[in-house]
């Protein structure tokens, strides 16, 4: 019989266990444990609509903030506008050079076109054909009854 049992040694299987799974299989988890990792999800659980809320409020105060600064610079430049406009040497250039307004005895040149006329290669073509033409309207006759026709025109209902 002893035959019988030595014909029978058992055969061993090949080893496929992963590195990951002898790991697994080392880790001893205690009560301690256990209570600890518990704890710990309950923290984070907790936790994290507050920091998230504390986050957002911070970016909402550096937002804020960076717009205060932004207002701040265009009030200082709006002073120093005003400071400008206060300053009748200002008011007179600006009146001078937007209005075209002059001092009594100043004498003023209003310049129409400034821009270079283009080069061209060859005679320039002529602008306009030099016959005069003559209308047959009688301006005054129609100024005169487009004046009657407005002066006489029924009041516009309100």
Known sequence: MARKSADRAPVALPDTET????????????GFSLV???????????????IRTYVDQRQQIDRLTAAVEAQQGAVEELKSERERWNDRTYVTTQARDRLSYVLPGDVSFLVIN?????????????????????????????????????????????
């Open 36 to 50: 600890m990792m518990g704890l710990l999800i309950m923290a984070v659980v907790i936790l994290a609509p507050g």
């Open 19 to 30: 590195p990951a799974a002898r790991w697994l299989r080392g880790l001893r988890l205690s």
């Open 114 to 158: 400034d821009l270079a006329l283009p080069v061209t290669g060859g005679a320039a073509a002529p602008v306009a054909t030099p016959t005069i033409q003559t209308t047959n309207v009688d301006w005054l006759s129609s100024m005169f009854a487009s004046v009657m026709t407005a002066g006489l025109a029924p009041e516009a209902a309100k």
